[in-house]
């Protein structure tokens, strides 16, 4: 039995992979998680064998109680055939993998599907929660989402080809929790561009140079990527930034070293208008604090049908200020004006031949004020005391875009001594947020705060996703090209 795996100083995986050939026969592992499979040479089809797994623990087994594989015709196999496994979900009992088989030179995916373990008690035959150690084990390997190995038909094995992969690091995959999205263009960017893609969950920033130094393609969210560690990645040629912002990336130095960044815009526009038209209206119709009311039994104690404790606005005919027109702004500027709202937008911070309104003309007579445009210099903390100054005691602020546009602590004040009616924010300047931040400290009764989540629609990160991908394939597609030519 031959061991055909790349050593682990080929791959910078944080767990073990193995997989092993003999005959026709061939098995892996992923920490102490084992699979099986064969290669059935009556029908020419890798399988993935129905019988147990053991888990080495003694404690319990899984057995693969589904499995759902699209194959091709028997003929079709060239003599070289490639197996990829990943964990999809964990859940109590049980784990969904993914397989992949490619086949020839070029990795052609030639047969998908998932396959489900579920973890038995030994005696009682009946379904347990995973163990701990196993599934503390499962959760590390879906960091390395993609495993390659090398089985030859019919005949004794090769070690695998030195050929390089382009290396993919994805650093903050938790971030679009994968999972819940179809992730089959991460599957044809290994199968089309011999690509490995490796996925850490989240990557802190002591960690940020081990994991990138030898990475040809980055793709990144929140995670910061500075000179300091983008210096020891001497092969990194491209950075995808899931998420329109690119303030946590070195551009500067990338500029300089010749890696192109590539963020993603327009994914989150639905999801993101939707989420501060709601933060408009609860503030409005003082949702949240009636449904406090409603929790405290006010209604049941109440002396007549309703309650009246807490003004509602209606927003139709109200003015609507806007900072920022993109595709965001021009959205948000529709659904208000949708409910009978005037709009106005205000001039470009820091542009000086903008023919439009400045934000400070405007402030005095709006009714809701919404932000919706970059953190730059120009417009680094654009709400401060003197702007919340020119606010009506009765106008609402809403920030679905960078927290750094507002002085934090002058809007503290100003709720605190209701010098504007209300405030909801979906970012704060540090994310996510220190215990005693200023605006969580204490419960401020004008004041709503969500966790950056306005974009996080699954339409919205799978658009996201998918043009994540496509940039990046691109990428590979023009170094494909390149080398070739």
């Known amino acids: 039995m031959t061991d055909i795996t790349p050593t682990l100083a080929d791959y910078p995986y944080k767990v073990t992979i193995a997989t092993r050939w003999q005959d026709n026969d061939a098995y892996g592992h992923i920490n102490n998680v084992v699979y099986y499979g064969f290669f059935d040479t009556a029908v020419n089809r890798f399988l993935i064998e129905e019988g147990g797994l053991d888990i080495h623990n003694g404690q319990s ?28 979900k964990i859940g109590r009992s049980s784990v969904t993998y993914g397989l992949s088989v490619y086949a020839g030179e070029n990795k052609r995916r030639v047969a998908h599907g998932q396959f489900v373990h579920v973890f038995v008690d030994r005696k009682t035959d009946k379904a347990i929660p995973i163990p701990v150690n196993v599934k503390t084990a499962l959760e590390s390997s879906v960091e390395v989402k993609f495993s390659m190995a090398k089985m030859t038909k019919n005949k004794a094995s090769q ?82 930034v899931t998420a329109t912002g690119m303030n946590n990336i070195d551009r500067d130095y990338c500029e300089q070293a010749g890696i192109t960044v590539q963020n993603v815009e327009g994914y989150g526009t639905d999801s993101v208008a939707q989420h501060t038209l709601t933060l408009a209206l609860n503030l409005a119709t003082n949702f949240v604090t009636y449904q406090r009311d409603m929790r405290n039994q006010a209604w049941s104690a109440s002396s007549h049908f309703c309650l009246l404790n807490h003004p509602v606005v209606e927003l139709a005919g109200k003015h609507a200020v806007i900072v920022g027109h993109g595709e965001l702004g021009k959205r948000v500027e529709a659904l208000f ?18 023919p439009r309104p400045s934000l400070a003309s405007l402030l005095p007579n709006a009714d809701v004020v919404s932000l919706h445009c970059p953190l730059t210099e120009a417009t680094d903390k654009l709400i401060n005391a003197e702007t919340l100054s020119l606010m009506k005691p009765t106008a609402f602020l809403i920030n679905t875009a960078r927290g750094g546009l507002i002085d934090e602590e002058a809007l503290y004040h100003a709720l605190k001594n209701n010098q504007i009616g209300g405030a909801g924010l979906d970012v704060l300047s540090v994310e996510p947020p220190p215990f005693d931040h200023i605006l969580l400290k204490e419960a401020l009764p004008n004041l709503l705060v969500t966790p950056h989540n306005a974009w996080i629609g699954n339409g919205a990160r799978q658009k996201l996703l998918d043009s994540a991908i496509d940039h990046l394939s691109a990428h590979l597609s023009s170094c494909l090209s390149a080398s070739q030519g």
Do not use: W
């Open 61 to 88: 087994v899984a057995y693969v109680v589904s499995s759902q594989c699209q194959y091709i015709a028997p003929a079709a196999y060239p003599e070289d055939i490639f197996v990829g496994l990943r964990v999809i």
């Open 159 to 240: 070690p695998l080809s030195h050929r390089k992969q382009k290396q993919v690091v994805f650093l903050d995959a938790e971030t679009m929790d994968l999972p819940s999205l179809d992730t089959s263009s991460l599957d044809d960017v290994q199968n089309n561009f011999d690509a490995a893609i490796t996925l850490h969950q989240q990557t802190q920033a002591e960690d940020v140079a081990e994991r990138i130094k030898n990475a040809d393609a980055v793709l990144v969210n929140k995670v910061v990527l500075q000179a300091k560690d983008l210096q020891q990645a001497s092969q990194l040629r491209y950075i995808g």
């Open 337 to 354: 004006k949708a409910m009978g709202m005037q709009v106005s937008i205000a001039a470009r911070p820091g542009k000086q031949d903008d």
